[in-house]
Nanobody
Framework: QVQVAESGGGEVQAGNSMKLSCTTTGRTISSYGVGWFRQVYGQAREFIGVAPWSVGDTVYGENMKGRATISRDNADDLVRHKFYLQMNNLKAEDTAVYYC?????????????????WGQGTQVTVSS
């Protein structure tokens, strides 16, 4: 069973940076990796980016392109991984719940339906 947990949210002033963490335990053999999404209350989840477990490209969505960077630790660990979402120059409209998710597909997915295991989310509030 794959487990996913986000951490690192909170309140930050506009223009500043924040780094979120995602810890995953377990993985599906031949699956691609881990994605980040965000959701504003009452709206659909938005794709931020997806990164591979070890080999492959990191793909970013348009909403935070150039301001978000996904990185990872423990690429050689087959059980436990840690991924990060570094967000810079934050704006009030970046206020949302941020989610980390694991896919079982073997390509870099970009839609919510293509991810199978989700964390509980962490709130990020950007104050102006």
């Amino acid at each position: 069973q794959v487990q996913v947990a986000e951490s690192g949210g909170g309140e930050v002033q506009a223009g500043n940076s924040m780094k979120l963490s995602c810890t995953t335990t377990g993985r599906t053999i031949s699956s691609y990796g881990v994605g980040w999404f965000r959701q504003v209350y009452g709206q659909a989840r938005e794709f931020i980016g997806v990164a591979p477990w070890s080999v492959g490209d990191t793909v970013y969505g348009e909403n935070m392109k150039g301001r978000a960077t996904i990185s990872r630790d423990n690429a050689d660990d087959l059980v436990r991984h840690k991924f990060y979402l570094q967000m810079n120059n934050l704006k009030a409209e970046d206020t949302a719940v941020y989610y980390c998710a694991v896919t079982t597909h073997n390509y870099p997915p970009t839609t919510e339906d293509e991810f199978d295991f989700w964390g509980q989310g962490t709130q990020v509030t950007v104050s102006s």
